[in-house]
């Protein structure tokens, strides 16, 4: 981080039944419900949210919240700046999905319950950002929040997450290409002329796109232009063929015909939806009012267990000098430390809560890590199949740098133990054959 300071979060809590259109092109946005049910307009997408529901405005995204009863909705912006300073260069070009769900729907729980640990520090964040005497924790909550944006809610991530990493260089150059694309909307783009413009061989870049991006080449590029002619038919008086050139499109008649493909409607009737009896009534609540109603949502997390021996981890090594921590050191860490697990009735859940900004921290220092797993923790099916999709999931979001340094430790106390334990040795082996395996009989 920067030694000056700066906030690159700010926090406030709107009171509305219509909200003004809003983009913001150096902020993405996360608002969550509070009070009420609110339609929600992003892009060409109109959902239904209600209470406890959090969503993601990407950065430049056109967007706007009705709500018939009246609502109220925190929100959050970050400052794109900010991501590349907590994890690795360009990742202010990041690409959100809605990640955050409910608690109650039927999803797996260990899934909802790192969606809920998110929402506890976006809802902490109000007070963290409008109390004079939270300033000194503000820079470890942008931490928190902008690599958990990074690692956690990153669509790359989100497809294949079985085993599916790409390399940091990898990342940097796929967010330079994205910002090709962005500056360069207005004239003729085409996957040889983006692979000519990072140097690389066209087959090479197509493979390096499909690592990284759901869409095609030209589909990504058509939205984004889509995305730009949005934002100038809804903020700008420029006509339809004034748009139509200044987006890249070849012709009038591509414009429309991919216009309504996106929207479902023609660019007019688009915009007088938008425009035309819009009566915004948003207001900012003071901080005392807002705080009353992000606290009504706290309670409901009250279950949620962030105090663990990995975030604890993480604090001693984010305050050790740099230098020293690096001469050498090499940290160990217990996965099922009984800090790191929560119970909810019967069911184990892993929180592992300060692993990813542990990592981070690992990636930064390029310091060697020893992962121990105790095999009686490991005893059911289920369990196995637990740590497995754990395992993937951490090699999905980190990459290759950060488990090149890992290490496993296997700690059996009986033979049958180490019978499992060489099984599962094999396995990490074969998933991951740069890091060393280890089985250890107590």
């Keep these: 981080m920067n030694t000056t300071r700066h906030d690159y979060i700010s926090s406030y809590v709107l009171q509305f039944h219509q ?35 959090v969503f993601f405005v990407n950065a430049g995204e056109v967007w706007a919240m009705t709500s018939q009863e009246g609502c109220a909705a925190l929100c959050v912006d970050v400052e794109t700046a900010l991501l590349p300073q907590v994890s690795y260069p360009y990742a202010d070009r990041i690409q959100l999905v809605d990640s955050l769900v409910d608690p109650e729907e039927t999803r797996e729980v260990s899934l909802v319950y790192r969606d809920c640990i998110f ?32 690692m956690e809610y990153n669509v790359q991530n989100e497809i294949n997450r079985q085993f599916r990493s790409v390399s940091e260089d990898k990342f940097v150059r796929y967010y330079r290409i994205i910002d090709y694309i962005q500056t360069h909307l207005n004239a ?94 948003e207001r900012i609540l003071p901080e005392s009012e807002g705080q009353q109603y992000v606290a009504a949502q706290q309670c409901q997390l009250d279950y949620v267990k962030t105090d663990t021996r990995l975030y604890q981890q993480y604090l001693w090594l984010r305050n050790l000098p740099a230098l020293k921590a690096s001469a050498s050191l090499e940290l160990k860490l217990d996965l099922y430390h ?15 809560y300060g692993f990813d900004l542990l990592m981070n921290l690992v990636r930064q220092r390029q310091l060697s890590v020893t992962l121990q797993i105790r095999m ?22 980190l990459g290759t740098r950060v488990t090149k340094n890992w290490k496993f430790e296997l ?19 074969k998933k991951l054959p740069a890091c060393k395996v280890t089985c250890v009989l107590a």
């Design 188 to 281: 003729k783009l085409t996957l040889q002329q983006a692979a000519e413009a990072e140097k690389m061989q066209k087959s090479y870049f197509a493979q390096l796109w499909k690592q990284n991006d759901n869409m095609t080449f030209l589909e990504c590029v058509s939205r984004y232009r889509l995305r730009e002619a949005e934002r100038r038919l809804l903020f700008t008086a420029a006509s339809n063929g004034e748009i139509c050139k200044a987006c890249g499109f070849s012709d009038s008649k591509y414009f429309y015909r991919n216009f309504q493909q996106e929207f479902g409607m023609t660019p007019s009737q688009w915009k007088s939806l938008w425009t035309k009896s819009r009566l915004p009534d």
């Design 338 to 352: 009984p800090d790191n697990v929560l119970m909810m009735g019967q069911q184990r859940v892993l929180t592992w």
């Design 376 to 397: 009686d923790c490991l005893k059911q099916k289920q369990d196995r199949q637990e740590f497995e999709e754990l395992i993937a999931q951490v090699y999905a979001r």
């Design 119 to 150: 929402l506890k520090d976006v809802l902490e964040s109000y007070r963290m950002f409008n109390q004079e005497e939270m300033a000194g924790q503000r820079q470890l909550m942008e931490e928190k929040l902008g690599l958990t944006l990074v």
């Design 411 to 429: 700690h059996c106390r009986q033979s049958q133990e180490l019978r499992e334990a060489e099984k599962l040795c094999g396995w990490l082996r």
């Design 19 to 53: 909200t003004a259109l809003r983009h913001c092109k150096t902020a993405l946005t996360l608002v969550a419900i509070l009070q009420g049910q609110a339609q929600v307009k992003r892009f060409s997408r109109l959902a239904e949210m209600k209470a406890g529901d």
